[in-house]
């Protein structure tokens, strides 16, 4: 029988309360479709920080390496806030785990479920075109990690600078994956630079397209950022793979999922080539309501569906998963921050979804 | 009687014809006001490739510089987009002008005007909220203009970069500029950054809370990007002036501007430290509706208003014909863009709209 070692690293905020409802729903798929989860708890973010003084110790990067995969609840809250950047929970944790595991494809898909198109800050007409989109962000390069970044020079001459790069051979890498999705979903890719302005991004440009005529059966678009972000608003139904650098996939992947309005429903894969990956869900750790039993425990769910299919390759357990999640939603039974204010006295709490979920599968 | 002398700079697709009403209502104003414009024609732009074989010709910006103040219309087409990025009309007529007159000061308004709620993409009850902001906008420095900028290396190991850079000198202007802004308006700045993850941003932080303290009286937020495009859809009521770099305040002023729904309504100034500025509307080109008569002169319009403000001080003239627009578009006396299908036989037309205007001038 398959066993896999799964590293949970639950942080702050509502993360250990949502994590624990995913772990419910594995617990139901391992002994459906055969294979066992074998689950290390560590310590990451903020209660990291309050515990062992920095917000990814050594022993849970450690516990990480010895793992077949990484799952990721959320961390951060107004305790840590004042801290430096590079000690913060979030970019103190995420950065370095980004970087030592090399993993450069991130995935966030974005949707607007059939029945929640009320929850999207668009106008009605808008939102009920649809929106269904993958976001496929490179995740290791560019402005996040080039070098030099730092300060030089005396009083108001001193100077803050980073170095935006990419070489033709990491822009090839995340493109393939673009395309490969595209294939999966609706044929097109609309990669997103500034072309227009930046040496970074016109590389980056002619790389996707050599990569580009390796899928004549995917249509590739190009759009500056500034465009894309607006495209978004106007007519979000237009896209479905969205292909980007690091910080322009940081800025549109924010931008989808708030056009969903429902964020809590959003998971997301960080991979490396040898896909091992870290999953966590793309909001945050929302500390205002933690502790509470209230918060929306499906984009942990989803995200631990993703660990499955990318890293385990448990495709059937993860389609049952999703198709579980999809039951749920579809049958109205949803968390009170996704339903209008009078309906809210039929909100379902943190673990009746967990348990709806895990009896679905 | 003061006299000034405009270098103007029509462009192509739908700018001559928003331009010539921009020109009758600076008309109607200077006969009332007292005062003389004297206006010297250049290329700018494609028509300006065609005739002279670069997008910004020497005589252009030799006349530029004899001038008080640029009024621009706008550049591009499908015809000069298969040019190399720093040969597009765009790229290549802003960019150099913005860095030879050192126009580092970049003022977007956007606002959804009372009464075109229904226009904006957002939700109904967001819109309802009402969305007013200022983005002050860095416009000579960043990764747009920061060395080095190019290409190494060889093979797949080829790479493009960039370098994003800001002194503490120019932080502090533009900042400052936001805070004076925001005095005069709703008393809240919100500086957008990315200090999580760069350098630069961590000196442009520090920069706006000094500057800050020489303004109690203004309130001041930080936002990260990403966080910022997002709120930006959730909650956009919540803005007053917006304060951001070159490359966040592109993205950032751009949904806004896609907020309103109204972009033939916006107008830019983009002004040096001598007042001297460049004033353009905030919308494209429009080529697929250029020379039909139906384009929206509105924006070049208050752009027009914008260059008496700032580079003229003429206020009392640039109030009036502010005070003339709100009247046209309370009045519902509007083209056909803002208006629903089914009332779109009131469309007025481009030279209607500015007969309008000069006339309650
Ligand atoms: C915490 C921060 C460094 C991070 C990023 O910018 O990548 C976050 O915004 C994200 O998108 O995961
Ligand atoms: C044309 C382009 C270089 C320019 C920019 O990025 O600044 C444009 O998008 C703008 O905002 O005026």
């Known amino acids: 029988k398959q066993s896999y070692r799964i590293a949970v690293l639950p942080g702050d905020g509502i993360g250990p309360e949502v994590m624990a409802e995913a772990i419910k729903v594995l617990g139901a798929v391992q002994e459906k479709f055969g294979f066992t989860l074998d689950y290390q708890h560590y310590d990451v973010g903020g209660i990291a920080i309050d515990n062992h003084g920095e917000p990814l110790p050594a022993a849970t990067l450690a516990g990480c390496e010895e793992a077949d995969a990484i799952l990721f609840g959320s961390v951060g809250g107004p305790k840590w806030e004042g801290l430096p950047p590079e000690k913060q929970p979030e970019r103190g944790a995420l950065l370095p785990l980004r970087s030592h595991f090399e993993l450069f494809c991130n995935l966030r898909p974005a949707k607007i479920h059939p029945g929640l198109e009320s929850l999207a800050p668009l106008r009605a007409d808008i939102a009920a075109e649809g929106f269904d989109v993958l976001c496929v962000r490179e995740l290791t390069g560019d402005i996040y990690f080039g070098q030099p970044k730092g300060r030089s020079g005396e009083g108001e001459q001193e100077t803050g ?4 790069k990419y070489s033709r051979a990491e822009v090839r890498r995340i493109a393939h994956i673009a395309f490969q999705a595209a294939r999966g979903r609706r044929g097109v890719v609309t990669s997103v630079d500034k072309a227009n302005v930046l040496a970074t991004s016109i590389l980056w440009r002619e790389v996707v397209e050599e990569v580009a005529k390796e899928y004549p059966d995917v249509t590739l678009n190009h759009l500056y950022i500034d465009n894309a972000t607006m495209q978004m608003l106007r007519y979000p139904a237009q896209f479905d793979v969205l292909l980007c650098g690091n910080l322009f996939g940081d800025i549109l992947s924010d931008e989808a999922a708030m056009i969903t309005g429902s964020m809590g429903l959003l998971p997301s894969a960080s991979l490396n080539a040898k896909d091992f990956g870290l999953y966590e869900p793309a909001g945050g750790s929302a500390p205002d309501i933690a502790g509470q039993g209230i918060a929306n425990p499906v984009a942990q769910i989803l995200s631990a569906a993703m660990l499955l299919r990318f890293s385990l390759k448990q495709e059937a357990a993860a ?43």
């Open 319 to 361: 389609d049952a998963i999703d198709a579980a999640v999809s039951k749920a939603l579809s049958q109205g039974y949803l968390t009170g921050e996704l339903l209008p204010p009078e309906q809210r006295d039929q909100a379902k709490s943190t673990s009746e979804m967990g348990d709806f979920i895990a009896k679905a599968v």
């Open 161 to 164: 600078f980073d170095t935006m």
